[in-house]
């Protein structure tokens, strides 16, 4: 089955880095565009990221300059590099891709908290 596990959360200063991965299983991954995903306490989830199938990269208003999107096609991972950090970057981040065949199922990784505070 898809399998999407997050690693790299943390808590960080604000101004200060943070590298997170999503390796997947299950799925080939050089076909499937992935995602990152933001979710504060309360609030759905808001699409932080994106990275096509050739790398094409999209971001959200609040995030762009300073976060990066990429993808590693030989170890099926989806890296987030973000820097500049700010206490409002503070919420559970989420690995996401879609089904192929079925556009409107969505498969989950467990999600990485990332605290970024003094």
């Known amino acids: 089955q898809v399998q999407l596990v997050e690693s790299g959360g943390g808590l960080v200063q604000p101004g200060g880095s943070l590298r997170l991965s999503c390796a997947a299983s299950?799925?080939?991954?050089?076909?499937?565009?992935m995602n990152w995903y933001r979710q504060t306490l309360g609030t759905q989830r808001d699409l932080v990221a994106s990275?096509?199938?050739?790398?094409?990269?999209t971001y959200g208003d609040s995030v762009g300059g300073r976060f990066t999107i990429s993808r590693d096609n030989a170890k099926n991972t989806v890296y987030l590099q973000m820097d500049s950090l700010k206490p409002e970057d503070t919420g559970v981040y989420y690995c996401?891709?879609?089904?192929?065949?079925?556009?409107?199922?969505?498969?989950w990784g467990q999600g990485t908290q990332v605290t970024v505070s003094s």
């Open positions: 299950g799925i080939l991954f050089r076909a499937y565009a």
């Open positions: 996401e891709t879609k089904s192929l065949s079925h556009s409107w199922i969505s498969y």
């Open positions: 990275v096509s199938i050739d790398s094409q990269t």
